[in-house]
């Protein structure tokens, strides 16, 4: 899915989301961001900068940090690098309407390898269907799968899964007990609160 989804959703005059096209990202340095994002129905955009744009999956049950667990992911458009800043509210009605936190961000590396232990490209891993990174956020750290699912009823669909390395923690459940805004230290309710007041 291309930016001009992206674009063609949004009426900027009504939303404060970014229009992005001007930041240039770094291949070297990728950066990933997680939004918890309170919209019709509540849900995680995991996205990970994959050749100069923001590949995006909305993941309704958010990551784990336990490599039994599956978590499902639905692409969803790729957005803009910018959007990895963006925290506020998104108006009622718009696409998207709801209250938008940075729940986690950083960067991550590319550790997926072929049988000769060769790394194949990002692109090239997306566009294949099994991505494997590693993360380097402030809440999610190590090795992630993100799998897309290619026959039976969820076919198109991905899963995001934490892989087994001393990150993995099945005891941690992150998205119940660090619920704020890792560039605000914001709750949900402080970001909508103080974003509609302006
Ligand atoms: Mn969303």
């Known amino acids: 899915m291309g930016k001009d989804d992206y674009t063609n959703k949004r009426d900027f005059n009504k939303t404060k989301e970014p229009k992005g096209g001007l930041k240039k990202g770094n291949p070297d340095t990728p950066v990933f961001v997680i939004q ?3 919209a019709t129905n509540l849900h995680y955009d995991f996205r990970l900068e994959i050749d100069g744009t923001l590949k995006s999956w909305s ?3 958010g990551p784990s940090t336990d490599p039994s667990v ?3 992911a639905i692409p969803t458009e790729d957005h803009p690098l910018e959007y990895a800043d963006f925290e506020g509210t998104i108006p009622e009605g718009e696409y998207g309407g709801g209250t938008v936190m940075i729940w986690d961000r950083g960067t991550f590396k590319n550790i997926k390898k072929n049988d000769e232990g060769e790394e194949i490209d990002l692109l ?3 566009d294949m269907g099994t991505v494997e990174i590693s993360l ?4 999610l750290k190590g090795a992630y799968a993100l799998i897309k699912m290619k026959s039976g009823n969820m076919k198109g669909n991905w899963l995001l899964i934490k892989q087994d390395d001393e990150e993995a923690d099945a005891r941690r459940n992150p998205t119940s ?3 704020k805004s890792v ?3 914001r709750t949900m309710k402080q970001i909508e609160k103080e974003d509609s007041a302006k």
Do not use: A, F, I, L
């Open 36 to 38: 918890k994002h309170d």
């Open 70 to 72: 599956k978590r499902m």
């Open 177 to 179: 007990t660090q619920n």
């Open 183 to 185: 560039v605000s230290n």
């Open 124 to 126: 090239k891993s997306y």
């Open 59 to 61: 993941v309704p049950k």
């Open 136 to 139: 380097q956020g402030e809440k």
